[in-house]
């Protein structure tokens, strides 16, 4: 009989820690039987996942109807639906829950009776501690992560950071994210038709810098408009490439036009969400990121495996990955400091030659195989 597993997020798609969840149920399930459960119900999961991987949600989609009657009925639905959905899980007999968040949905995963429960934590709690009000307190957050057999997180740095803010709950244990370089390497290779300056000759094409992630104010998007407008402002020939998607909610969207409004900044260029990143990085100099604070960044590895030098902001994970600017330039979390190390390059152009075979010989501690079986020890302990 295979090991019944239950994956838990609250969304199916979105970002990095998404992705995780995917690319664990593409090793998996064929060996294991794997049911993924979003707090929201989110229909595309069967265009993308495999076909023998079940799919649950926490709770039924709104419905907003003028007829009363209908309201009324569809809100007894979610009542219900909310009351028996524990009853269901247990029922299923799941031998092992992989909570994939931590904050609001760790603190959910707890009314599931399943036997082994593991919970991931990705937030640099030093720099972004957000999830005291899902447990009330920093006591309360501890006694729930104990409640686990055990918290992985995603770099040395969230691990400290737990500790020192909340501290350390007993369980605690480092688990590197697999990153799929076959996959990476093969998607990369699609050709960009959509970005203008490709079609220059070589020689004109400018220095280009390439940012992904989506429009959320983790990203520091502002400070990488502030850090271009003073290179312009100098006389530098350069662009920059983010590609990211809009999110719904909160309102770094208006903050990025209102930005790029009032700089009037033409060398950085905001292309959108788009399905394979992969093949903007490939097309990159430097991939830059501007992020305020990160877990360990998937993407900044993935940059690793395609030879791109990175110039990265001091978020977690980064030194684990760069050393101390040893493989790739550590940037502090500024926009001044943005600039000074974009022009820095684009001073010294040695210095990409310098920093792609740095981060070529860097890139064989990001392993594929060997990280999913890490993880794969805590489901068959």
Same mark, same amino acid.
């Given at each position: ?24 149920? =593409?090793?998996? !399930? ?40 209908? !309201? ?12 028996? &959905? ?19 949905? =760790? ?79 093969? %998607? ?41 407008? #003073? ?13 990211? #998607? !809009? ?8 903050? &990025? ?23 903007? %990085? ?27 030098? %990175? ?38 152009? /040695?210095? !990409? /030659? ?20 890490? &993880? ?6």
């Amino acid at each position: 009989m295979k090991k019944k597993i239950l994956m838990m997020n609250d969304l199916v798609f979105g970002g990095g820690v998404e992705k995780l969840m995917y690319d664990l149920v =593409m090793a998996w !399930h064929g060996k294991y039987d794997i049911t993924v459960m979003s707090y929201k119900y989110d229909d595309r999961f069967y265009d993308v996942y495999p076909k023998d991987v079940k799919y649950l949600s926490e709770s039924v989609p709104k419905e907003y109807k003028n007829n009363i009657f209908v !309201h009324a009925l569809s809100s007894l639905n979610r009542r219900y639906y909310g009351a028996t &959905i524990v009853r269901r899980i247990e029922k299923m007999g799941f031998d092992v829950m992989l909570c994939m968040k931590d904050g609001g949905t =760790m603190w959910s995963a707890l009314k599931y009776k399943i036997p082994v429960k593991y919970a991931w934590n990705h937030t640099d709690y030093n720099n972004h501690y957000y999830t005291m009000s899902a447990f009330g307190s920093a006591q309360g957050e501890v006694e729930a992560m104990q409640q686990y057999k055990g918290i992985v997180c995603v770099s040395q740095d969230i691990k400290k950071g737990i500790c020192d803010v909340i501290g350390d709950p007993g369980n605690l244990i480092v688990k590197y994210n697999p990153i799929n370089v076959e996959n990476v390497i093969e %998607m990369a290779k699609e050709p960009v038709v959509d970005i203008d300056s490709l079609d220059l000759p070589k020689e004109e094409q400018p220095v280009r810098f390439v940012s992904v992630g989506r429009l959320n104010e983790q990203k520091g998007y502002t400070l990488l408009i502030e850090a271009c407008k #003073a290179l312009e402002d100098e006389g530098y020939k350069f662009e920059v490439i983010v590609v990211g #998607a !809009h999110e719904k909610w909160g309102e770094e969207t208006r903050r &990025i036009n209102d930005a790029l409004a009032r700089t009037k900044v033409s060398s950085i260029k905001f292309i959108g969400g788009r399905s394979n990143s992969y093949k903007y %990085m490939a097309i990159a100099d430097w991939f830059i990121s501007s992020s305020l604070y990160e877990g360990y960044s998937l993407v900044s590895q993935e940059a690793a495996v395609l030879d791109i030098p %990175m110039l990265l902001t001091d978020c977690s994970g980064v030194r684990e990955l760069l050393g101390d600017s040893e493989y790739g330039i550590v940037m502090p979390i500024n926009a001044i400091a943005i600039y000074k190390a974009m022009k820095r390059v684009l001073d010294n152009p /040695e210095l !990409h /030659e310098y920093y792609k075979n740095k981060i070529i010989e860097r890139k064989s501690i990001i392993t594929y195989q060997e990280r999913i079986k890490e &993880i794969e020890k805590l489901i068959e302990e």
